[in-house]
């Protein structure tokens, strides 16, 4: 494949990935509406279009149109580049995650993926622990106590429970050997997912991954009955719209990881003529990164709140040694086999 | 010649970084420049082909050592520093100095006859064979940095703290000032 | 195809960097920035003899640079937050109660 044939084919993914990524954003504010208004026993969005699927765009012409209200007292550099930070690093890490197989259109074929990294999982947890630095700066950039107290507790939380995310993730590698993101799920073929082989790494991981993204039951720092309103007190029209795009964005990795890391990726049952066989993994990918998001919006509309104290107590003095005793016990475990 | 470029761009952004650091009055911009710093250095490891260690400069130094020095500088708040008066002296000496040798040192450097270059990517490792080395012949350091991790971790988490918090709990009904007299006296111990 | 002598450059430029930091700045953590900075130019000649001499443990030493220096970072971001409760003040020059 010449140089040219490639960087046009991955122009073509980036620029389908990242549409089909920001649609996916967009439509999960219209699921947490939707879900959330039926767990409290009301409709949510309908009258925009059918089922309320209009409602993404009416947000985002509302955001566009919404006076963008300049603090005279900010610091304006970091308070401009805080959230474009969140949101450019919530975004990136959709660029590792594999969606299905090798698919050959005409005389060239591709892996579904942008790139297949062989540190994949790596790049993935780099790129979430720079996403702390959107939170920080914004609270400091805004010129307000209130605002830095949030930022501040926002990003100790998300580096505490980073901790506990990375070693989770240490009893999958084990068994699967490998850092890349299509090795893993090549290795839970035939139904070896590794939800059966690492239960306990799955929930740590999925504990670790809401107090990460501050979503309930974590998410004290940004909780509108809390210190105002945390970091993103001063943050009005687009610049909001910034950090809550970066917030579902990061959510979609999150369940993305979570279905390849533990779920089997695009693994089921493929049947058909060649068409369908390059569609059908997507078609299952996508389903269960569906499933994950209903589970976000399902447990922040169950659950009540962590205390800030009784968060960092949980995170430090439960999940890190939980974490340590799953690669502990998964290392003796694949030793002994060998 | 892609090699150069990049090699130019990420070049560039460390050295103006480093020196950003150098010339800015208020420690978090000197923060920020150094994360700048420590991203572009990833950079520079991807192209010798050292990806384990770019992806690991980016985790710990880029994404969690310089978080604490955020968020450090944002809880002491201490705002920009004061000047100190420089001598005129020193500076009449000492920046020719620096010129001076800055330049044998990079005349001494650039034009050697017998450079060796190195190519794109130069370093073959997969991260099992640095898990090999890492567990096989450097096994003893790895367990020593492992205890010095925990020391620091435990240093730092007394160093901290306020002496009140660290007081034995007999005491425990004594408001905030009796507890600091116990702890000035050095009775807060049985 | 780049001179192992460019890389080696930029690592002395950086350490030259930190160095000066650590003589000419008066912020206590600005001096410890400039700490880090000096352990980053030598990561990055570590990685770079590395890769001209095909050796892996290159590699695993800046591991080793890595820990350390989050270790030092911890114990001594904990002694700054101690010295500015006792002594209300971050410049270096003002923790001089020792001084005759």
Redesign the interface.
Known sequence: MSITTFVIISIIKSVVVLGVLLTAVAYSVWLERKVSAHIQNRWGPTRVGPFGLLQPLADGVKFIFKEDLTQPHVYKPLYIAAPIISLVFAITSISVIPFGNWVDIGPWGTYLQITD???GL??V??I???G??GV??A??SSNNKYS?LG??RA??QM?SY?VSL?LSLVGVLIVT???SLRDIVDAQRHMHWNIFIQPVAFFIYLISAYAETNRTPFDLPEAESELVAGYHTEYSAMKFAMFFMAEYANMVTVACLATLLFFGGWLGPVLGPPILQMILPVVWFCLKVFFFMFLYVWVRWTLPRFRYDQLMAFGWKVLLPLAVANIVVTALIVAWRA | ML??IL?LFF?TI??AG??N??AQSH??N??LS??A??AS?AG??L???????A???????????M??????????N?GK??R?KGSRIAILIGVPG?VTG?VL??WT??H?PD??????G?????????AR??FH??LL?FEV?SV??L???M??????S?PEAIARPHHSTAGPQEIRELVATGKDRR | ??????????S???F???V??FL????I??I???I??ML?GV??SF??F???W?A??G??F???V??????????G??????V??TRE???V?RVNLLKL
């Open positions: 990294l062989n540190i790596l790049v947890l780099g979430t622990s720079m702390v630095y920080a700066l609270g400091w830095l930022g501040l990003s100790a580096i980073e990375g050997g490998s850092l | 090699h150069l090699f070049g460390c050295v480093a020196i650091l150098l420690p978090i000197s923060a150094l994360i710093v420590m250095l520079e490891y192209l010798l082909g050292a990806e384990f260690v992806a690991v400069q980016v985790i710990v130094y880029a994404g969690a050592i978080v604490l020095f955020v968020i450090t500088i944002m809880l002491l201490a520093e004061e100190t620096v800055g040192v990079a450097l650039l050697r450079m060796q270059t190195i190519p794109i130069a370093l073959k490792g997969d991260p099992s064979d640095i080395l890492l012949d450097f350091p940095t010095l991790i020391i620091a971790i240093g730092a988490v007394v160093l901290a306020r | 195809m780049i001179p192992l002598s460019y890389y080696l450059l930029l002395g430029i950086l030259a960097c930190g000066l930091g000419i700045k008066r912020n953590i600005t410890f920035m400039s880090e900075l980053n990561n990055l990685v770079a590395a890769a001209q095909h892996l443990s590699q695993v800046v591991f080793f890595m820990v350390v220096a989050a270790a030092e970072t911890a114990v971001l904990a002694i700054i937050i101690a500015y409760r003040t971050l410049n020059d």
